[in-house]
């Protein structure tokens, strides 16, 4: 083979296609360590502001994948190939993309937002998104809730953002409000009396805020007191269930009615 022949062929094509190649290997390889160092100091960045762990490693996992995009288009470029239909197609791929997923998008950007402002924490008892529950797990895309009765519920995030949240255990203390009612010809102060003389019974009852009973309604059947006493939101429910049978056992003992509704019909009989 002719001697200028080789040397044409190195200076034409070998040389210039090993520096670029060179360079791109560099640029990938620089690229990739720079990257890393980004993600990093986001890393310590985000876990030193106290953003939960979670949305910490999801941030970083987008940012490393958008990062090497860049040093991957970078590299081809230097190679010498037309990245522009490159670019693109991913954007057609990702509009593509995000048509298709756009329901869970929605629920990405809802479990982002339930992450960062936090209306509830695990462990809570809420009511959102149709069920209630209490929270065992904040997922970036669903939420897990445990009912009452041990049922596991996952409920899509951007069902719960998208609606009325309510935190049962946002408060340490909660107010029951409860509705008693007694017949017509039964004594007013004396229920209202045996009313106080349960609620200061209950040493889980708060002494302040005193606890109110108060007559509320002359009913079609009742007169009806409105008791509401305050408590500590995990004494909750015990003492609403004890309240309601105490109030039962001792108007039975003396004697005080809880009517059930009825209804009084007159007839006129034409003479």
């Known amino acids: 083979m002719d001697t ?11 040389i210039p296609w090993g520096i670029n190649i060179a360079m791109a290997a560099a640029i990938f390889i620089v690229g990739r360590i720079i990257a890393g160092l980004i ?5 310590k960045l985000l876990t030193k502001s106290g953003t939960d762990e979670m949305l ?3 941030v970083c996992s987008i940012v490393k994948a958008v990062l090497m995009l860049f040093i991957v288009i970078a590299s081809l470029n230097e190679l010498g190939v037309d990245t522009t239909s490159f670019i693109a197609l991913i954007g057609a791929a ?11 998008l929605q629920n990405f950007a809802a479990g982002v937002m339930l992450i960062v402002f936090k209306p509830f924490k695990l462990g809570d008892f809420v009511e959102a998104g149709g069920t209630s529950g209490v929270v065992e797990q904040i997922n970036i895309f669903n939420t897990v809730m445990r009912t009452g009765d041990n049922r596991e519920i996952i409920v899509p995030n951007g069902d719960i953002y998208g609606g009325t949240i309510t935190n049962n255990s946002a ?5 029951i409000d409860m509705v008693f009612g007694i017949g017509y010809d039964d004594d ?3 229920a209202k009396d045996l009313l106080n003389e349960i609620m200061a019974a209950d040493e889980r009852i708060f002494e302040e805020p005193k606890p109110l009973v ?9 007169v009806n007191f409105n008791v509401r006493p305050w408590v500590k939101s995990s004494d909750y429910w015990g003492v609403l269930y004890d309240v309601t049978e105490k109030v039962k056992l001792t108007f039975d003992e003396y004697k005080i009615s809880i009517p059930y509704p009825q209804m009084d019909v007159h007839l006129n009989k034409p003479e």
């Not at 200028?4 to 070998?14: A, F, P, W």
């Not at 408060?171 to 107010?175: C, F, G």
């Open 214 to 222: 108060a007559v509320a309604e002359l009913a079609d059947s009742s």
């Open 4 to 14: 200028s022949n080789i040397e044409g062929l190195l200076n034409d094509y070998v």
């Open 56 to 58: 910490v490693k999801f």
């Open 94 to 104: 990702g509009l593509a993309i995000g048509l298709s997923l756009q329901s869970t």
């Open 188 to 190: 007013i102060r004396k």
């Open 171 to 175: 408060r340490d203390t909660r107010r």
């Open 39 to 43: 993600v990093n100091v986001i890393d």
